[in-house]
């Protein structure tokens, strides 16, 4: 797999890159990073950043130890941090006659269908200006119960908004390893996967560093959330100068392989929702309906988990708990507990008003 293919490339930087073990700003690399960017820029690609380092850039600031840092300080060292992190990048890319812009997104930005819409064509428009958008979570703002929680989802968030081809998470490992590279010498590098439930059984996804939020396991639901939106993904190491053309000569990465997908912009956008509000369990008539490409029906439904309201993203699971679709509920999840089980024709004395038959209609769910 190449990234010469690729139009639009979104990049994932992760705090340790940016910050080493001492605290100190890593600007040689940086500068690297940009003359491959530059690279890329004149190969006519549409380039998207995801950095995460607001907060290590403003504990920086402040001589601030980030461990044990309550949500509400956080938050303010992530307003500190920001402007660092700007002016950082701002700088170095401008050695490169770069354009830089900033977006910061909250969950909600990405989770909501016209929020979303709003935020791809910001995206667009800079493509046109030819600027670089470099994105953040808006860790100002965010609380524990709207946080992406890290920038790995986020990155296959924006990912998806933008159409990307190629997502490429850089992180501090080649990629993805059997075992734990840091502990066993006889750790393997997979470098392709194609299917995540067969290709990643018992091999390990765990780590996190000291300003990172997330770890190998935030990386492996980016990249279901890129499979099913058909782009490729890579999970390679950035601490090389020079990252990006490393994963083109070296190959020391792991590529993930998009499943071939055949959905329009809006169904892209359901299947790769990160946070579902709810969960239902259906039986095996109501799999196969849907599997046949027929809509949700209340008598199928055994089971309701979750506080959800109308148009919410949901999680349908068949009744060994495997994940077989998802799609925007047509009613509330006090509805559904009311009317799961019974026929369509019962819905209206049910609820005590006319309603859809369809809890979740064919054209608002993905199958999985």
């Given amino acids: 797999m190449h990234l010469k293919d690729s139009k639009i490339i979104v990049i994932k930087i992760g705090s340790s890159l940016l910050v080493d073990d001492n605290k100190q700003i890593r600007k040689k690399w940086l500068s690297s990073f940009a003359k491959d960017v530059k690279e890329l820029k004149l190969k006519n690609k549409k380039i998207v950043i995801v950095s995460s380092g607001a907060i290590a850039l403003g504990c920086k600031k402040i001589n601030y130890n980030k461990k044990n840092i309550k949500l509400d300080k956080s ?37 909501k269908r016209r929020r979303s819409l709003n935020a791809k064509r910001t995206f667009e428009n800079l493509f046109e200006l030819g600027f670089i958008p470099v994105v953040n979570e808006n860790d100002t703002i965010a609380t524990s119960e709207i946080k992406y929680g890290d920038n790995d989802r986020l990155a296959s968030r924006v990912a998806q908004i933008t159409n990307a081809d190629t997502l ?77 053309n490393k994963i083109e000569e ?42 046949s490409g027929k809509s949700l029906l209340a008598a199928g439904i055994k089971k309701v988990s979750g506080k959800f309201e109308k148009g919410d993203h949901i999680k349908i699971l068949d009744k060994k708990n495997n994940e077989c679709a998802r799609g925007l509920s047509s009613f509330t999840s006090e509805e559904v507990f009311k009317i799961m089980g019974h026929h369509s024709k019962e819905i209206e004395k049910l609820l005590g008003y006319i309603a859809k038959s369809e809890v979740i209609h064919k054209d608002d769910m993905v199958e999985i």
Avoid at 189 to 215: Q, T, W
């Fill in 250 to 291: 070296k190959n020391d990465c792991t590529w993930f392989v998009p499943k071939v997908s055949k959905l329009d912009a809006r169904k892209k956008w359901i299947i790769s929702s990160i946070a579902p509000k709810g969960t239902l369990v259906i039986d095996d008539g109501a799999k196969k309906a849907i599997k």
């Fill in 168 to 244: 490429i998470l850089l992180s501090d490992v080649d990629g993805l390893y059997t075992k734990n590279p840091k502990v066993f010498n006889n750790a393997k590098l997979i470098r392709r996967i194609k299917d995540l439930n067969k290709d990643l059984k018992n091999i390990y996804v765990k780590g996190v560093n000291e300003y990172g939020s997330g770890g190998m396991q935030t990386k492996i639901e980016a990249a279901k959330i890129c499979q099913l939106a058909g782009t490729s993904m890579v999970i390679a190491n950035g601490l090389y100068l020079n990252p990006i």
């Fill in 75 to 111: 938050q303010a060292i992530a307003s500190i941090g920001q402007i660092e992190l700007m002016n950082l990048f701002s700088k170095i890319f401008a050695n490169y006659k770069l354009n830089i812009s900033q977006i910061l997104l909250t969950l909600e930005d990405t989770e």
